[in-house]
């Protein structure tokens, strides 16, 4: 019975500390992440363009080759163009201020503040495919949608990633805009 009694003690010395171990973790673990203000677009961007469909590949594949974007897929038949997912975009990520502006304003892509007891913590990757559809609508008349994925991964400690999605602020598409001549 004392036998018993003695690993019963030591059963319950461990589950005690099994329970403040898990409680110390999720509490450092405990995240503030701070809602975008700014406006951006929630569904793919179209833009109208009365250049022929030849003419926008040819801009576009400039466009991805000049600011370092590798073409992952590009099907003129289906009028698809895709990147590859790409982890330049590091230099290209800003967060936005207190009023919802961009801190960085020429940034493609903005992302979420996240702070875990009160120190902000930055991504370590932030991955971006751009997807981008060509379709001709009418005589000289074309549609370019782009639908950019944004996910960005940061470490709040080290056995844990946590993954977000971004957002695009609009830049490559006002790029594209000005290469289409569109300004």
């Known amino acids: 019975m004392i036998v018993l009694l003695q690993r019963m003690k030591v059963y319950n010395k461990i589950h005690l500390l099994v329970v403040i ?8 673990c405990s995240s503030n992440i701070v809602l975008l203000k700014g406006k951006y677009s929630e569904t793919p961007v179209e ?3 009365t250049k022929q469909v030849d003419s926008i590949w040819s801009t576009i594949t400039q466009l991805f080759n000049e600011k370092g974007l590798t073409i992952k897929k590009l ?5 698809l163009i895709v990147s590859t997912k790409s982890s330049s975009f590091i230099p290209a990520y800003t967060f936005e201020d207190n009023d919802g502006k961009l801190i960085e304003p020429q940034a493609w892509i903005v992302v979420r503040q996240t702070f875990i007891n009160g120190k902000k913590w930055v991504p370590h990757n932030v991955f971006c495919q751009w997807n981008i559809q060509v379709t001709e609508v009418g005589k000289g008349l074309a549609t370019i949608k782009v ?3 944004v996910i960005y991964t940061w470490y709040p400690n080290m056995f844990t990633s946590m993954e977000d999605q971004g957002q695009s602020t609009g830049k490559l598409e006002e790029l594209l805009l000005y290469y289409l001549g569109n300004k």
């Open 75 to 79: 099907e003129k038949e289906k009028g």
């Open 21 to 28: 171990v898990s409680l110390v973790i999720i509490g450092a």
């Open 147 to 149: 639908d950019p994925v």
């Open 47 to 49: 833009i109208t363009s």
